[in-house]
């Protein structure tokens, strides 16, 4: 039991860095945007996306394993494994962030897996692929055709994800099982600060924080 413990602390450690390293992420990839560095925004936004949803992964594995009377190492190394892989952490991103107001057809292309496809594409210069072979009829695919419009919708979802779990973190609406992680989304600063640094925001974003700005801070 005590070596369960331990590595409930180590996951834990872990989630915490994922989710740092997640913001630090995203902060990059609007930094890189707004010097029209596109298709190193768009990876790098990606790979926030990842890493937020390697936060939530290993969130729910420290939450299954607490309520469970006898958690073992190998059931904890076969759900952690999940997050060595882009497409399962891409697809728990989607999972939490289907329930927030984020751009629902980014979701859709989560859930599907058609984002590990569109970082390759802005990372690597190649031929499309025809099941096992290269498809030498088509034309080469270069990072260069990145379209900034989609590099800013997946800035944007991210950006607008943090923003809402903050504010509904400080108003008690939901709260985070990692105490450091729930602790820095209550601060208002945090959500002044992505704020500031990304001033573009849904529509849809923008109504359900009006609204929900309407309500107290929880007391902490």
Known sequence: MQRIRSILAKLERMATLSFENAVRLHEDAILLFEEDRIPSALHTSALSIEELGKYFLIEEIIFQSIGRSESTE????????????????????????????????????????KLEEI?????????????????????????????????????????????????????????????KIDDRLAEERFEKHFCDLWPIMRPSTKLHLDKLRQYDDEER
């Open 119 to 179: 970082k390759q594409k802005a990372t690597y210069v190649g031929f499309p692929r025809k099941g096992k072979n290269l498809d030498f009829h088509k034309r080469v695919i270069a990072p260069f055709r990145t379209s900034k419009k989609r590099a800013e919708d997946f800035i944007t979802a991210v950006n607008d994800y943090l923003i809402i779990l903050a504010v509904e973190t400080r108003k008690g609406v939901c709260g985070l099982d990692i105490t």
């Open 74 to 113: 190998d059931q904890i190394q076969h759900c952690m494994r999940q997050s060595y892989h882009h497409i399962a952490k891409q697809k728990w991103f989607a999972r939490l962030a289907n329930d927030f107001f984020v751009s629902k057809p980014l979701v859709r292309m989560l859930q599907k897996g």
